[in-house]
C-alpha cells in the first residue's frame, strides 16, 4: 500500500520567517495530495491540496509544490505568523479509487515572536 | 452550520471493557471514516464506509469493529479493550460528488485511555 514520509518531525521558526514542509510517496498512482494544520486540542482541517496534473498551487501564505518524478511535494508557508504554530499533516490518495488518504506523521510548528 | 459530532469525547475505561464510540454527522456526506491519532504516527485509518451497505478495513482495523447505521451515523468499537488502544480517536465523512480529492472534514475527536 501507500507509504507517506514527512520530513522534519518538528520545526521551529522566526515570526516572519518562511518554513517549508517536505513529504514523500510511495505509491506513482497517487493522484490527491491534502494538507491538513491541526491546532492544539481541535480537529485537522484542510488548508490546501493539489492534484496530480499541477505542479504548484498558492493560497495566499501558503504552497504547495509537487514533483511527480521523485515522488515527493512539499508546503511552503511564508512570512509566518504565531497563529501558523500548528502540527501539520501531509497525505496522499488514489483518487479513482475512492478516498482513502494516507498522512505522514505530523510537523510541529512552533513559530517564535 | 452542518457538521461531524462524536460522542463521547473522553473515555477512561479498563482492560477487557466493550466500548462504542460514535459519530453523526448532518453534513449529507455518504463516506464515513475512522482514524486514530498517535504522537508522530499521524492519523491512520481503522475502517471506512462509502454508503450504508459498505464497510471496509483500513490499515490497522485488528481488534476494532464497526457499525453503519444510517447515512449520518458510524460507530466504532472495541471489543475487548487493551492498553495499546489508548489514543485520540477521529471520526471524518467526505462527499464523493466532488470528483477525486474529496475534503475529509474531522470531528473534535475522542480522547480514549485504557487502563
Known amino acids: 500500500g501507500e507509504n507517506v514520509e514527512q520530513h522534519p518531525s518538528t520545526l521551529s521558526v522566526q515570526e516572519g520567517d518562511s518554513a517549508v514542509i517536505k513529504c514523500t510517496y510511495s505509491?506513482?498512482?497517487?493522484?490527491?495530495f491534502p494538507w491538513y494544520k491541526q491546532e492544539l486540542g481541535k480537529r485537522p482541517q484542510l488548508i490546501i491540496d493539489?492534484?496530480?496534473?499541477?505542479g504548484e498551487k498558492k493560497d495566499q501564505r501558503i504552497a504547495v509544490t509537487l514533483n511527480k518524478t521523485a515522488k515527493h511535494f512539499s508546503l511552503h508557508i511564508t512570512e509566518t505568523q504565531p497563529e501558523d504554530s500548528a502540527v501539520y499533516f501531509c497525505?496522499?490518495?488514489?483518487?479513482?479509487?475512492?478516498?482513502?488518504?494516507?498522512f505522514g506523521g505530523g510537523t510541529r510548528v512552533l513559530v517564535k515572536p | 452550520d452542518a457538521d461531524v459530532t462524536q460522542t463521547p469525547r473522553n473515555r477512561i475505561t479498563k482492560t477487557g471493557k466493550r466500548i462504542m464510540l460514535e459519530c453523526s454527522q448532518t453534513?449529507?456526506?455518504?463516506?464515513m471514516y475512522w482514524y486514530r491519532q498517535d504522537p508522530g504516527l499521524g492519523l491512520r485509518l481503522i475502517y471506512y464506509?462509502?454508503?450504508?451497505?459498505?464497510?471496509n478495513k483500513g490499515e490497522i482495523s485488528d481488534g476494532y469493529s464497526v457499525s453503519r447505521q444510517a447515512q449520518a451515523k458510524f460507530s466504532l468499537s472495541l471489543e475487548s479493550a487493551i492498553p495499546n488502544q489508548t489514543a485520540l480517536y477521529f471520526c471524518?465523512?467526505?462527499?464523493?460528488?466532488?470528483?477525486?480529492?474529496?475534503?475529509?472534514?474531522f470531528g473534535p475527536g475522542t480522547r480514549l485511555l485504557v487502563l
Open positions: 505509491d506513482s498512482a497517487s493522484n490527491y
Open positions: 464506509s462509502f454508503d450504508v451497505k459498505d464497510i
Open positions: 453534513k449529507g456526506h455518504d463516506r
Open positions: 497525505a496522499a490518495s488514489i483518487g479513482a479509487a475512492g478516498n482513502k488518504l494516507t
Open positions: 471524518a465523512t467526505s462527499d464523493p460528488r466532488t470528483g477525486i480529492g474529496e475534503t475529509q472534514y
Open positions: 493539489i492534484r496530480s496534473n499541477v
